[in-house]
Structures are given as C-alpha cells and as structure tokens.
C-alpha cells in the first residue's frame, strides 16, 4: 500500500491488540482485608474489619485504609515463562516486605488523570523471570480507599491474580508504540515518515496472529528504524524522573506520607530494571516523613543518592507558597531546607524547585542568592490566562537587583510521559531555542502515581537518539543546569514579580489560616527576640529545640495546597487545631521570657521589639497609661494617666475628631468624609464614600473568581445599628451589619494624636458563593500603587492600559498597599490580609471568600481582622508607611503576658512622628539588675529594619537580619546594648563570609536597595 494510503488508525488499533496481549491470567488470588478508618501499623495489620473479597466486592469507602492479604499458588504450567501478579484494589496500595517496609506501591487503574499525559495505572508485579511452576504467593499490602487525586472510585477489588508476560510482546509494544509517534510528529512527506509508517504496515500485516515467530520477525523489522541515530543535535532533552507530591491538597498529610511511602518505593523497583534510570525527590519534609516512619525504606533511598541515581531536589523545607508567607518564612524554609540534605546526604542544594506554585514574589532571587541557590525551576507561568511567559530560560532579576537563572520545560508540564510527542513539543515550543541548546523534562506520574513506570523507561531506553528526534539524556537537573548556566550571557532577564495570571483566589481563601499564619509569623519573631534577651539578661536557656520544631510546621503549612486555601475540609480542621495549638505555645514562651528579662525592675515593663522608639496609649487593668519604650527595648509601665486628650465623637452628627483627622459616617456606615485637618486636604471624592464594604457573588473555587466579579453587582451589607463610643484616648463608632445569614461588627477607632483610622472587625460568616470586600476610592492621582511584600516593596500599575495590567487586577501586599502623589499619600494596613485592588485612586480589600470547591464549607466560620487607613505627608517612603504596617503587626508586650493589642477592650496607636532620640536611648541608665530604659539593638538609619534576632543554628553567636526597606542606598550604624568580641557579615545560611569593624559597639553597615544584611555577633555578653 501507498504510504498515503494507510490509515494511522489502523496501526493504533494494532497497538491495542499488542497491549491486550501483553498478560495472560492464569489463576486467581485469594484476597483478605482488613479494614480501619485511619492507617495502623503493620503490627496490627489483622485488627480491622475483616473481609474475605473476590473480584468486585466492595471493601471500603473515601479514606478507609485496609490491609491486604495476597495469596495463591504459581500454577506448574507456567513453568520458564516470565510471571507477574496484576493487582487493582480500586485503590492505592503500598506492597510491603516481612518487616512492613515499603517494597512498592500500586495504583488504581480508573484513577483521575489527564490521559494525554499517560495512564496512571500500576497494578505490575513481579514474580519471577523464569518461573518454577512452584512458587507461593503470600503478600500484604497497606491500602487507601482513594485514588491519586482523593476521589471515591468505587472501593471495589478489581482484579488480583498470576498472570504470565510475554515479554517479547510487551517489548514490541514499545518498539511500535515510540516509532508510530515518533513518525506522526516528523513533517508530511519526509521519507522518514513514510519509511516508518510502511514498516509499522507491513508489521500490522505479519501480525494477524502472535506467535512466537512472528512477533520476533515483527521486532526485527522495527528495530532497523529503532536503530537509526540522529546527527548533532540543535537541541538535547535532560530527562528526569519525577513525582510531584503535593503534601496535602485533596487528601489529608496522614495520606501524603503513605504516598511517600508507596512513590519512593516504586522508584526502587523501577532502579532496579532500568540502570539508566535517574529519580529525583523535592521537599526534606516528605524525607523526614520517610525516615521517621519508614526507616529502612529510607536507608534504601540513601543508597541510591550515594550511587548519583537519586536525586535530592530543591532548596526549600517545603515547596512552599511565595505570595503568602512572610520573608523570614522564606529564610527559614531554605535555612532548614538546605541544612537537612546537607546533614542527610551531605549535598548542597543549589535550585529551587517550584513546578507548582501560584506565583514568585520579586523578593525571592535575592534570598536565592544570599543562600547560595543558583537556579530556579517552575513550570507553573504556563498556565496563566491573558499572556505567555515570553521564556522558557531566562535570567530572573528581583527587586534588589539579584539575578538567578531560571528554567521552565518547554513542555509545560512535571508529568510528562516521555514520548515523543513529549520531544516535540519541548523542540518545537522552546521560546528560547535560538540562545539554548538544552531543555528539561520532567517525566513521571506524581501526587502518589510513583513517577515513573515502565512505560516512561522503555520509551527512553529507544529514544536515546533516535533519528527524526532531538536527543534524550537521562541525568540530574544539577548537571542540566550546570550545562545551561554555561551560555547564561545568552538569556533575556525578566524584572519584577513571576506573576501567575490565575488562582488569585488564593491570596484570599481559608482566610483563617492566613490570620494564624500572619499571627505565627510575628510571634515567632518576637519569641526569637525575647528568648534571647531572656538568655543575656537572665541566663534562660534558648529553647532552639522547640523553636526548631515549631517552625518546621509552621514552614509545612506554608505548603503551596495548604497556605493558599485550596485543600479539603480535613486539612483545615486538622491545621487549625494545630495552629491555634502552635500560637498559645509560642505565646507562652513569650511570656516566660520577657518574665525573666524583666526580672529586677519594679512592677510591669513594657518591651517592643521593634528597631524604633514608640510612644503609644495602652490600656492594662481598665486604665490607660501612655508609654515611651526604646527601639528594641522595654520601659516601666507608667502609672495611669491623669489628664488623657479626648477623641471627639457625636452620635448626632456622625462624627469622629482628633487633633489631625476629622471623620463624618453616612447614613449606612460608611466615611464620606475624610478631612486632614493638618494639611487640609478631603481624601474622598464627591459623589464616593470610604470602607464601601460590598458582598459580590463568587461562583468560583478555591483558585479563581472571576475577573468581571464587579459587573455582576456588589450588594451592600445592611446596617442594623450604630453606636458611638468613646474610651480614655480613644473614640469612635460600633456598627452592627447584617446580610443574609451572615454578621459583621465593625468598630471604627480613632486615637488621639493619630493619624490612623482602625476598622476592628469581627464577622460570623454563613454565606456560599461570595465574596466580601471593602474598598476607599481616594482623592489621589497615581499610577503605581506601592505593594509591601518580602524584605521590600513592589510597585503595580494602577492603570489597565496592556493586558498584562489588565491581568493584575488582584495582587499581592503584606502589611500595606500605599497610593502616593509625590507630597502626600494614604495607606491601607491590615493585620493578615493579602488580596488587594488598585485602580485609578482606590485602594481595595478581599477580607472573605466561600467558594464550595474543594472545601463545602471553606471560611463560613468566625472571623476577626483589623484594617487601617493611614493619610500621611509625603509618599510612602518619606512617611516611613513600613513601620505603620509593622506596628499594626507587632503589639508592645506587657510582662506578665499581655501584649497590646487592638481588642475589644483596648485600641495602640504608634505615632510615626515620635520618636525618641537616638542618643537619648542609647544613653539611659538603668537601676541595678534592671533592663529598663535601654536599647538592646538600634539602627541609625529611619529606613533600616531588624527583621529577625535569633541565635545561631550551631552555636550561642547571635543572629541579626537586618534589610532596608525604601529602594535607596544608605549606610546605617548598628549599635548593641550588650557587649560581643566580634562581628561577620554573613549569608543566609550565617556562614561568614567577611568580619565588620566594630567601633564603640556600633557596627557601621552600607546597604543597597532592599538589601538583606545578616550579621553574627560573637559571644554576646549583656552586662547592667
């Protein structure tokens, strides 16, 4: 026949038949289970329900786990055939050993995925190459009653008996399977493809029967087209093995451990057939699961990373989300991340590894950097909506001016399934082709598909370098990006935030998890700080232990499925618990320490552990008392006030007045008017009012919403009550709304001397499919809005002239999001919200979301937040607006466990205009064995800020990270309260890198813009 003529349908048909033809059953098994609701050990694998099952019997619903036992009898007729057992639980499967040890895991057939990609499927294991005809199976196996994806798929045995192989079958599968695909993606007309597809032919023809003969004849004929080798390539394909493990999303972690088990265990077996196999694993997290519950299993892996065949990935404790959590939260997920395949497996890890995250914050390359992370690796700018990611590799350049290269597969996927559509596609869609000679691929099925099977191998072991495709090399991602790092000079470098044009929902969901996340953060710090002024002042022992572990969780939760809000119910109820666990353990330490520090002085103290002096109004025992603490240091707490200056309020009028700020509520509770009385200035346009809290439906999951949500309408909140109040230095409104199921209190407070408006809100949320927002339209003409994000900012258009401004419609600020004009501004804080809008002049909120997917009942909870609006002169920077942002965040601490806090009871305000002098902090005295009055840690520079105070990892120098925080250069002194022998610059990982002069305890520092300094003070001593 015609090359033409034949029909590629008709070769895909032959491939069905070979692959029908590949096992032949010979024999049942016989099946017992042993079912529980929660995972037991092998140890008490018989103390379930039990069950005697045949194909088709139920065992068990969505997350019962079972034990299983296989067996049966090799019947004599198989003797010197190849035997295997196919198993298929409906389920996933751990086989284990005589111990429990994972040997390998087993997948449902019918299991969720894209089947372009593959079939996720292993139900293979082997018996024996050359059977005796005498061999007894007796096998248990640790089952979960889901698929790879946590979907019920019946919870039914499927199939569980000895099967022969015919492995020259099997084998030539392959051969057609990799040629047929291979000449379907060559141009029409090339004699390369007429050449295979009248082979391919002519071997359908042959095989109208498999015999023996035949099928061997049918194997010589491929491999004269399986033999033919390429020339030198244009490009060459770094293939790895790879299965991305999400450690929670639509499963519970109790399940992600035991895909761990039954993924690494499969990589075992799959070394052990294909010697050119190369596996690699992210994540010390899911390593330290694997040693903890699966030791020897472990041990197993460790040989395989001394062999070079397995590959420890990525410098990160988790992959972790990069929107959400804080910039020491990023320190530490590479601190910990880097130290733990250092300790384990003595490698240092020198990419990043992301497939999956929703986003990379523009802070991310100079933390790369500074911890000795070369390169980055994501795929995940794919998938985004409005415009393509004009590379594939490319130079990423972070808001300091750091660059790390940066690698995403051409094939835009981390399951590839190795064929040679795959090899197509990376030489066709590489955007970088013309400046880089190589790609990765990332092959294999992950979420607990064990990666790769052997479908992904043999299709490898054939296309080496196989003519009509580009070369495939099996090798590490190191050395494929040692190789591409050699022409570096070549890429394009991309500036700014990797922004994903999908999933902003997720700066929003599980808003709950944000607060504690946000609340952990700052706790953390202040821990940190205090635990280490309790050890110079008083000798406390360090708990380095327990903040080790603590932290460790915290950085797990910051997973990229966890964090963002796009897990299912069980992993929040299970989280929540354990952050609420988490904060009152930390809160207790905080209290121990400062109850140490403070022993000596008479009566409270107060301690602030920010690098600036505050003057604020506290309230302790229902009587207000203004104080004056030192940067990073702690104060008596002052008798109650006498005389305290009154907040004016009026019921009738609707108004709120300080010195500086006049407020006047509308009817339904909103400002609509805003009057800087200092610079005279009315902050709301005509016709607009301010806090415009709107209730907009919400269709989406927990991903996205949709882009257009404000054309379908906001509803406005109904106000049921408005209450003034006024309180010591304090006054304002109490205003009580209600919509459909749902209430939301709201004070609005005003302190005296203050330029900030705190809107404290407490919402009992009962609402599905919808979204809560506040917005401020402003009298302010920008068109950038400034984003607070790690160790920096980020600025945003504000206006959507270009798609790719139109795709920020939702971004992504920390403690503030700031329109300036060049003389004045206003800034919107808040304690632990991310999804921001800014357009034009308005600045806008997401406080709640309730999509349905895959949490039915995602944030229909009670929630409590504060928000702030903060007029001030100048632009952001010359306001110093970060450390507005960081007083919200960051209470003054009370000894005797009482932190300031805006409550219900009691409104702090930092007045960013007072501050005390430096010499004046410097220089006060202090009774005897008393540490009040002074500064324990002070920069001289306004822009500068003390991000963390920690002891040292490996021994009691202490740690001080340090960043500036305006996008200038500047040179700042950094003076100690206490008494040190040395100093040394140092990277993120505190390995010194150079020593500092020390000049009468200060330390003098230049810094670039947004640059993190870290600085290790030797042997500290604190002396009264």
């Given at each position: 026949?015609?090359?033409?003529?034949?029909?590629?349908?008709?070769?895909?048909?032959?491939?069905?038949?070979?692959?029908?033809?590949?096992?032949?059953?010979?024999?049942?098994?016989?099946?017992?289970?042993?079912?529980?609701?929660?995972?037991?050990?092998?140890?008490?694998?018989?103390?379930?329900?039990?069950?005697?099952?045949?194909?088709?019997?139920?065992?068990?619903?969505?997350?019962?786990?079972?034990?299983?036992?296989?067996?049966?009898e090799?019947?004599?007729?198989?003797?010197g055939?190849?035997?295997v057992?196919?198993?298929?639980?409906?389920?996933?499967?751990?086989?284990?050993?005589?111990?429990?040890?994972?040997?390998?895991?087993?997948?449902?057939?019918?299991?969720?995925?894209d089947?372009?990609?593959?079939?996720?499927g292993?139900?293979?294991?082997?018996?024996?190459?050359?059977?005796?005809?005498?061999?007894?199976?007796?096998?248990?196996?640790?089952?979960?009653?889901?698929?790879?994806?946590?979907?019920?798929?019946?919870?039914?045995?499927?199939?569980?008996?000895?099967?022969?192989?015919?492995?020259?079958?099997?084998?030539?599968?392959?051969?057609?399977?990799?040629?047929?695909?291979?000449?379907?993606?060559?141009?029409?007309?090339?004699?390369?493809?007429?050449?295979?597809?009248?082979?391919?032919?002519?071997?359908?023809?042959?095989?109208t029967?498999?015999?023996?003969?035949?099928?061997?004849?049918?194997?010589?004929?491929?491999?004269?087209?399986?033999?033919?080798?390429?020339?030198?390539?244009?490009?060459?394909?770094?293939?790895?093995?790879?299965?991305?493990?999400?450690?929670?999303?639509?499963?519970?972690?109790?399940?992600?451990?035991?895909?761990?088990?039954r993924?690494?265990?499969?990589?075992?077996?799959?070394?052990?057939?294909?010697?050119?196999?190369?596996?690699?694993?992210?994540?010390?997290?899911?390593?330290?699961?694997?040693?903890?519950?699966?030791?020897?299993?472990?041990?197993?892996?460790?040989?395989?990373?001394?062999?070079?065949?397995?590959?420890?990935q990525?410098?990160?404790?988790?992959?972790?989300?990069t929107?959400?959590?804080?910039?020491?939260?990023?320190?530490?997920?590479?601190?910990?991340?880097?130290?733990?395949?250092?300790?384990?497996?003595?490698?240092?890890?020198?990419?990043?590894?992301?497939?999956?995250?929703?986003?990379?914050?523009?802070?991310?390359?100079?933390?790369?950097?500074?911890?000795?992370?070369?390169?980055?690796?994501?795929?995940?700018?794919?998938?985004?909506?409005?415009?393509?990611?004009?590379?594939?590799?490319?130079?990423?350049?972070?808001?300091?001016?750091?660059?790390?290269?940066?690698?995403?597969?051409?094939?835009?996927?981390?399951?590839?399934p190795?064929?040679?559509?795959?090899?197509?596609?990376?030489?066709?869609?590489?955007?970088?082709?013309?400046?880089s000679d190589?790609?990765?691929?990332?092959?294999?099925?992950?979420?607990?598909?064990?990666?790769?099977?052997?479908?992904?191998?043999?299709?490898?072991?054939?296309?080496?370098?196989?003519?009509?495709?580009?070369?495939?090399?099996?090798?590490?991602?190191?050395?494929?990006?040692?190789?591409?790092?050699?022409?570096?000079?070549?890429?394009?470098?991309?500036?700014?935030?990797?922004?994903?044009?999908?999933?902003?929902?997720?700066?929003?969901?599980?808003?709950?998890?944000?607060?504690?996340?946000?609340?952990?953060?700052?706790?953390?710090?202040?821990?940190?700080?205090?635990?280490?002024?309790?050890?110079?002042?008083?000798?406390?022992?360090?708990?380095?232990?327990?903040?080790?572990?603590?932290?460790?969780?915290?950085?797990?939760?910051?997973?990229?499925?966890?964090?963002?809000?796009?897990?299912?119910?069980?992993?929040?109820?299970?989280?929540?618990?354990?952050y609420?666990?988490?904060?009152?353990?930390?809160?207790?330490?905080?209290?121990?320490s400062?109850?140490?520090?403070?022993?000596?002085a008479?009566?409270?103290?107060?301690?602030?552990?920010?690098?600036?002096?505050?003057?604020?109004?506290?309230?302790?025992?229902?009587?207000?008392?203004?104080?004056?603490?030192?940067?990073?240091?702690?104060?008596?707490?002052?008798?109650?006030?006498?005389?305290?200056?009154?907040?004016?309020?009026?019921?009738?009028?609707?108004?709120?007045?300080?010195?500086?700020?006049?407020?006047?509520?509308?009817?339904?509770?909103?400002?609509?008017?805003?009057?800087?009385?200092?610079?005279?200035?009315?902050?709301?346009?005509?016709?607009?009012?301010?806090?415009?809290?709107?209730?907009?439906?919400?269709?989406?999951?927990a991903?996205?919403?949709?882009?257009?949500?404000?054309?379908?309408g906001?509803?406005?909140?109904?106000?049921?009550?408005?209450?003034a109040?006024?309180?010591?230095?304090?006054?304002?409104?109490?205003?009580?709304?209600?919509?459909?199921?749902?209430?939301?209190?709201?004070?609005?407070?005003?302190?005296?001397?203050?330029?900030?408006?705190?809107?404290?809100?407490?919402?009992?949320?009962?609402?599905?499919?919808?979204?809560?927002?506040?917005?401020?339209?402003?009298?302010?003409?920008?068109?950038s809005?400034?984003?607070?994000?790690?160790?920096?900012?980020?600025?945003?258009?504000?206006?959507?002239?270009t798609?790719?401004?139109?795709?920020?419609?939702?971004?992504?600020?920390?403690?503030?999001?700031?329109?300036?004009?060049?003389?004045?501004?206003v800034?919107?804080?808040?304690?632990?919200?991310?999804?921001?809008?800014?357009?034009?002049?308005?600045?806008?909120?997401?406080?709640?979301?309730?999509?349905?997917?895959?949490?039915?009942?995602?944030?229909?909870?009670?929630?409590?937040?504060?928000?702030?609006?903060?007029?001030?002169?100048?632009?952001?920077?010359?306001?110093?607006?970060?450390?507005?942002?960081?007083?919200?965040?960051?209470?003054?601490?009370?000894?005797?466990?009482?932190?300031?806090?805006?409550?219900?009871?009691?409104?702090?305000?930092?007045?960013?205009?007072?501050?005390?002098?430096?010499?004046?902090?410097?220089?006060?005295?202090a009774?005897?064995?008393?540490?009040?009055?002074?500064s324990?840690?002070?920069?001289?520079?306004?822009?500068?800020?003390i991000?963390?105070?920690?002891?040292?990892?490996?021994?009691?120098?202490?740690?001080?990270?340090?960043?500036?925080?305006a996008?200038?250069?500047?040179?700042?002194?950094?003076?100690?309260?206490?008494?040190?022998?040395?100093a040394?610059?140092?990277?993120?990982?505190?390995?010194?890198?150079?020593?500092?002069?020390?000049?009468?305890?200060?330390?003098?520092?230049?810094?670039?813009?947004?640059?993190?300094?870290?600085?290790?003070?030797?042997?500290?001593?604190?002396?009264?």
């Amino acid at each position: 026949m015609p090359y033409e003529r034949i029909n590629p349908e008709q070769l895909r048909a032959m491939l069905e038949r070979l692959q029908a033809r590949i096992y032949d059953p010979v024999a049942e098994l016989r099946v017992t289970a042993w079912v529980t609701t929660e995972p037991v050990s092998y140890e008490e694998r018989m103390s379930g329900r039990r069950l005697d099952l045949a194909p088709g019997d139920r065992w068990g619903q969505l997350w019962d786990c079972a034990w299983f036992h296989f067996t049966g009898e090799v019947p004599a007729s198989t003797a010197g055939k190849k035997v295997v057992l196919l198993l298929d639980v409906n389920g996933e499967v751990c086989l284990v050993d005589e111990e429990g040890t994972p040997v390998q895991g087993l997948t449902n057939i019918n299991s969720e995925f894209d089947y372009s990609l593959g079939k996720p499927g292993k139900r293979v294991v082997a018996v024996s190459e050359s059977a005796t005809g005498t061999e007894t199976i007796d096998l248990w196996g640790d089952a979960g009653c889901n698929d790879l994806f946590g979907r019920y798929r019946s919870g039914t045995l499927k199939e569980a008996v000895v099967a022969i192989c015919r492995e020259e079958v099997r084998q030539l599968y392959y051969d057609a399977e990799v040629l047929l695909e291979t000449a379907e993606r060559l141009p029409e007309g090339s004699a390369r493809r007429a050449r295979i597809f009248k082979v391919l032919y002519d071997v359908s023809l042959l095989l109208t029967d498999l015999g023996d003969e035949r099928v061997a004849k049918a194997r010589r004929m491929l491999g004269e087209q399986l033999a033919k080798r390429g020339g030198d390539p244009v490009l060459t394909i770094s293939a790895i093995g790879h299965a991305h493990i999400d450690l929670a999303w639509l499963w519970p972690i109790r399940e992600t451990i035991r895909k761990g088990a039954r993924t690494f265990s499969t990589a075992l077996r799959m070394m052990e057939r294909y010697p050119d196999y190369v596996f690699g694993a992210s994540q010390p997290q899911l390593y330290e699961w694997m040693k903890r519950h699966y030791p020897k299993l472990y041990e197993q892996v460790k040989a395989r990373v001394q062999e070079g065949r397995w590959e420890p990935q990525g410098a990160m404790w988790v992959e972790s989300d990069t929107n959400v959590p804080g910039g020491e939260s990023l320190v530490r997920q590479i601190l910990y991340g880097k130290r733990y395949f250092q300790q384990e497996f003595g490698m240092e890890m020198k990419s990043l590894w992301m497939p999956d995250v929703f986003g990379y914050t523009a802070s991310l390359p100079q933390i790369l950097k500074k911890a000795r992370v070369d390169y980055m690796m994501t795929q995940k700018l794919s998938w985004s909506t409005y415009n393509r990611h004009p590379h594939h590799t490319f130079m990423w350049e972070g808001i300091d001016g750091s660059q790390i290269l940066t690698h995403m597969p051409p094939e835009d996927t981390y399951n590839s399934p190795a064929a040679p559509r795959s090899i197509a596609k990376a030489e066709n869609d590489y955007l970088d082709s013309a400046v880089s000679d190589r790609a990765l691929m990332l092959f294999g099925i992950g979420d607990g598909g064990g990666g790769p099977g052997e479908e992904h191998l043999e299709r490898l072991a054939r296309e080496k370098n196989l003519l009509g495709l580009s070369p495939v090399e099996q090798e590490t991602s190191a050395r494929f990006f040692e190789l591409l790092a050699e022409h570096r000079e070549r890429y394009q470098v991309w500036r700014g935030e990797l922004y994903l044009e999908k999933h902003q929902g997720t700066l929003t969901s599980q808003a709950r998890s944000k607060r504690f996340n946000r609340k952990l953060e700052k706790s953390l710090r202040e821990l940190e700080y205090a635990a280490v002024l309790a050890q110079l002042t008083a000798g406390v022992p360090y708990p380095a232990q327990e903040l080790e572990q603590i932290w460790k969780e915290v950085l797990l939760y910051q997973f990229h499925d966890i964090l963002p809000g796009s897990s299912i119910k069980r992993v929040y109820d299970e989280s929540l618990e354990r952050y609420a666990w988490l904060l009152d353990r930390v809160e207790q330490l905080i209290d121990a320490s400062y109850e140490a520090a403070s022993r000596g002085a008479e009566g409270p103290v107060v301690f602030n552990s920010l690098p600036w002096g505050r003057e604020e109004w506290l309230k302790q025992d229902g009587r207000w008392r203004y104080v004056q603490v030192p940067a990073m240091g702690c104060a008596k707490l002052p008798e109650a006030a006498e005389s305290i200056p009154a907040v004016c309020v009026s019921e009738r009028e609707r108004t709120i007045e300080n010195e500086l700020l006049v407020l006047t509520l509308g009817d339904n509770g909103e400002i609509v008017s805003l009057l800087d009385k200092e610079h005279e200035r009315e902050l709301v346009p005509t016709g607009f009012s301010l806090n415009r809290l709107r209730v907009y439906t919400d269709d989406g999951d927990a991903w996205d919403f949709r882009q257009d949500y404000r054309q379908t309408g906001g509803e406005r909140l109904t106000l049921r009550l408005a209450e003034a109040y006024s309180d010591g230095p304090t006054a304002g409104f109490v205003l009580h709304y209600g919509y459909g199921a749902s209430e939301l209190i709201q004070r609005i407070v005003l302190t005296s001397g203050s330029r900030r408006v705190d809107f404290v809100t407490n919402v009992d949320w009962k609402e599905s499919g919808r979204m809560l927002r506040t917005s401020f339209p402003l009298q302010i003409r920008a068109d950038s809005v400034s984003c607070d994000i790690q160790f920096g900012y980020l600025r945003r258009p504000t206006h959507r002239n270009t798609m790719w401004d139109y795709a920020k419609d939702e971004i992504c600020a920390h403690q503030y999001a700031d329109l300036s004009e060049p003389d004045y501004g206003v800034a919107l804080l808040n304690d632990c919200k991310y999804g921001h809008r800014a357009e034009d002049g308005e600045l806008d909120l997401n406080l709640l979301r309730s999509p349905s997917y895959p949490d039915p009942e995602a944030d229909r909870a009670r929630h409590s937040f504060t928000y702030s609006l903060y007029p001030h002169e100048g632009n952001h920077v010359e306001a110093l607006v970060f450390r507005a942002g960081y007083a919200l965040n960051v209470p003054l601490r009370i000894s005797g466990g009482q932190a300031a806090q805006l409550s219900e009871d009691a409104s702090v305000d930092a007045i960013p205009s007072a501050r005390t002098p430096i010499s004046a902090e410097l220089s006060a005295t202090a009774e005897q064995g008393d540490v009040t009055g002074r500064s324990f840690l002070l920069p001289s520079h306004p822009n500068v800020m003390i991000e963390a105070v920690k002891r040292a990892e490996d021994d009691d120098a202490l740690i001080i990270r340090l960043f500036e925080t305006a996008g200038t250069r500047l040179v700042t002194k950094l003076h100690a309260g206490f008494a040190f022998s040395g100093a040394w610059l140092t990277d993120l990982l505190e390995d010194k890198l150079a020593a500092l002069e020390v000049e009468e305890g200060a330390i003098t520092l230049p810094m670039g813009p947004f640059e993190i300094v870290t600085v290790r003070l030797e042997r500290p001593e604190f002396r009264h």
